[in-house]
């Protein structure tokens, strides 16, 4: 993980207007997960997806030393990313798109990003983020015991990660505590 990783938004945005090039690359790639993830949510084509990538990463760009909280960039990223996804089917509606004959009509996928879908995606990114941040031995734990879909025995864990099945629990309480840390410095609660 580079030394950027580690800033906060309002870090990586001042650093942003001061032309650091890494801090841009930083910032594009946190946030590239939440973008795809609500173009899925929209089912768009791997090419409308870009579009709307670029489009969103544009509008970025262009409005970074105007965004008033940093702080809560990714709710800013959601809003824009949602209204570039309803203009993309808007225009393919309107103009009968023809790579794709059979598109829904948008007002058909209305439900998918309710207030509370839109919440749900903003705290998964920060989730992930918080994750990210944790040591390597820490965030490798809580990957293997949370973000599996079949929970592992702690002796499987303890072959993985070759520490002792002793140790897996009152090190997961540390790591926990942890995350709990980074959470509260990226403002989850």
Not at 74 to 93: H, N, P
Not at 136 to 153: A, G, H, M
Request: contains cysteine; proline residues 4%; charged residues 30%.
């Amino acid at each position: 993980m580079n030394e950027y990783a580690k800033f906060t938004d309002a870090e990586l945005v001042a650093r942003c207007l001061e032309e650091d090039h890494d801090a841009w690359a930083t910032l594009v790639y946190r946030y590239q997960r939440l973008i795809a993830s609500i173009t899925r949510k929209f089912r768009l084509g791997a090419d409308d997806a870009a579009d709307v990538y670029q489009s969103v990463n544009l509008a970025l760009f262009q409005q970074l030393n105007s965004l008033r909280s940093h702080q809560k960039l990714s709710s800013w990223i959601i809003t824009v990313t949602v209204r570039e996804c309803w203009k993309l089917r808007e225009r393919a509606r309107r103009t009968g798109s023809l790579d794709e004959p059979d598109a829904p009509d948008p007002s058909s996928d209305a439900h998918l990003l309710l207030e509370e879908n839109i919440q749900l995606l903003e705290q998964q990114h920060l989730l992930r983020r918080a994750v990210a941040l944790l040591p390597d031995k820490c965030r490798t734990l809580i990957e293997v015991l949370f973000f599996r879909e079949s929970p592992n025995s702690y002796e499987e864990i303890s072959r993985q990660l070759a520490m002792p099945v002793a140790s897996i629990g009152p090190t997961r309480g540390r790591c926990l505590e942890k995350l709990k840390k980074n959470l509260e410095k990226i403002d989850f609660f």
